[in-house]
């Protein structure tokens, strides 16, 4: 058994500790929208998470599509390959312009549709002043996105970091003078928590360009931008890995923004749990995917050094902390499930649901963790075609139809639809994880 010595566990906690916090705020503020908007009533809560059902899935694509940078530049940046990286990186920023365009197009094509979906009307009606807003948003966190994986695939986790949190603070402040009507604002209500994401996501944009065109760091990267030409050949390269990995998203975001709408269905209060225990999940899922990250980097920069033998124990340290990470979250989970649910709302139905689903969630915390770590150490080899297969099965021919049959033809309702998804959260942990060690048992026999 491959022994990792300290050092190893510092340089991958120290690639996957800044992503963590940086997605950990990018959701924080999700949350924050729907502690804060919860205040207001079970409705408008309602409608943030039947807004956000609809949103998820062309987000995460557009977040797939940007990290098909991540591992091509960390590969490029272990080999010293500094030119290589700054052509992908430009060639990166046409496809997430296009790919950002075609995203908000997709959602502002949606919108009529919404009310042909069999959500509550008031629902729709108050998701309609929150949805238009956030879906424009999309194009300036498109581009942030484009810079953050070129910043992390050459090891610099922390630039993102610090600029997503300043953006993330902004957009909580605002969510209080505009959901509130504070500073002599008129009350904004849902529609306030839209201003608040459109403003401080643009705000972020803006910064995390300037940070790389300007700072020092990236000078001998950004030294070679103007000069680079744009080829079809290095876009494709992007997009070869970044399409799959857009899908791998949209199956696993897809199912539980699916299953929002099955729970919907169902009833107002228990789309309302939903979005409190959907909310909590996420927080642990975000920071997991930190060394989701970091497995993309650490793995990529080895391969490009044909360093079999630390690629290994770097991956087997990352997959050491996601275990012990997500464990953890899960006991906070279990013991916490009566009182997490009261920052959201008082309704006392709507925290007795919610409390239920919480101990499913503490149930597939490590699967959700394992496998977000595979899929990065995967896509740190280049390989996503067969990886995006399992999650492709794992969520719909196993975890949507399970939670539809459990949550409309038995008495366990919402239970029933989270049992589905922890199923499917499992097998996609287990198969992924056990691709990767097979991938890497074939590129240690070839390398040596």
Known sequence: ????????????????????????????????????????????????????????????????????????????DGAGNIRKASRLFKNGLFVNIAIGLLIVGILLGIRPFMDQLGQDPDVVTEALKYYTLVALSFFPLQIFFQYKQFTEGISDTKAAMRLSLAANALNIVLNYILIYGKLGFEPMGIEGAAWATLISRIIMMFLMVYWVHYRPKYKQYMSFFLDTKVKWKDMRSVLEIGVPSGLQYIFEVGAFASASLIIGAIGALDQAAHQIAISLASISYMAASGFGAAATVRVGNQLGRRDVGTLKVAAKTLFEMTVLFMGAAGVLYLFGRDWLPTFFTDELDVITIAADLLIITTIFQISDGVQVTALGALRGLGDVKIPTLITFVSYWVIAIPMGYILGNFTELKAIGVWIGLATGLTVSALSQWLRFQSKVKKLHFSQE
């Open 1 to 76: 058994m491959l022994k990792a010595p300290k050092s190893e566990y510092k340089k991958s906690l120290s690639l996957a500790y800044p992503v963590m916090i940086g997605s950990l705020g990018q959701i924080l503020v999700g949350t924050a929208d729907s502690i804060m908007v919860g205040q207001i009533g079970p409705i408008p809560l309602a409608a943030i998470s039947f807004a956000n059902s609809l949103l998820a899935i062309p987000l995460v694509f557009g977040i797939g599509i940007a990290y098909g940078l991540t591992p091509l530049v960390a590969n490029a």
